[in-house]
């Protein structure tokens, strides 16, 4: 069986892109492997808190020390992180808010960035702890950042691949979704490249 976690952090509940294209590549995963569960998060219908001085003393404190308090400031954190470790496959909706990701998909890593669960620091650095994962994400932007003039403001691919880097997440595939505020022909030649890499996915 394959275990699939749906990440979806698009501000828009209609008409977003991410949205509609993640929902394209999961149904079809689906279809090719019947037994396949889907864990969906949906970061704009709940979404998760931004961390707190609380919080991240809960965090640091050995679990069997912590307060019930503690203890019940860490659950979801403790819920998120063992999503991402059951997952075979993450597919994440992420589309690009002023150069980067949106504030609640921040807040996501936040709580799954964990020292102890998703890295650790050794001799060496740090290490990250989640192997053999594989992270497909759907981006949308309204320009073209992935090359030309505009390639340096990209702080969205570049985050995400260095902080799923970190966790230790390595094969990392993207979908980008680029010039959809630049007329219809820009929208459909956008939407007819991700649908053929999402083809692509399903092949391989």
């Known amino acids: 069986m394959t275990n699939i976690l749906h990440i979806s952090s698009s501000i828009r509940s209609a008409g977003s892109i991410s949205r509609e294209l993640s929902d394209e590549l999961v149904s079809k995963m689906q279809a090719a492997n019947g037994a396949s569960k889907v864990v969906l998060r949906d970061l704009t219908a709940n979404p998760v808190p ?13 679990a069997e020390n912590r307060s019930p308090e503690q203890a019940s ?12 470790l059951a997952a075979d496959v ?82 990392v595939n993207f979908v980008h979704s680029e010039g959809l505020a630049m007329g219809e022909e820009a929208v459909n030649t956008a939407l007819a490249g991700s649908r053929s890499a999402i083809n692509e996915l399903i092949a391989a």
């Open 50 to 62: 931004h961390l707190s001085e609380q919080m991240m003393g809960a965090f640091f404190t050995p």
């Open 73 to 84: 400031t860490v659950k979801l954190s403790d819920t998120l992180v063992d999503e991402v």
């Open 90 to 171: 993450i597919v994440i909706a992420a589309p690009m808010y002023n150069f980067s990701v949106s504030s609640t998909l921040k807040a996501w890593i936040d709580h799954v960035a964990r020292v102890g669960r998703t890295f650790q620091y050794g001799a060496n650095g740090p290490e990250g702890l989640v192997k053999g994962k594989k992270v497909i994400i759907f981006t949308a932007r309204g320009g073209v950042y992935s090359t030309g003039p505009a390639k340096v403001m990209d702080f969205h691919e570049t985050y995400l691949r260095a902080v799923l880097g970190f966790l230790g997440i390595t094969d």
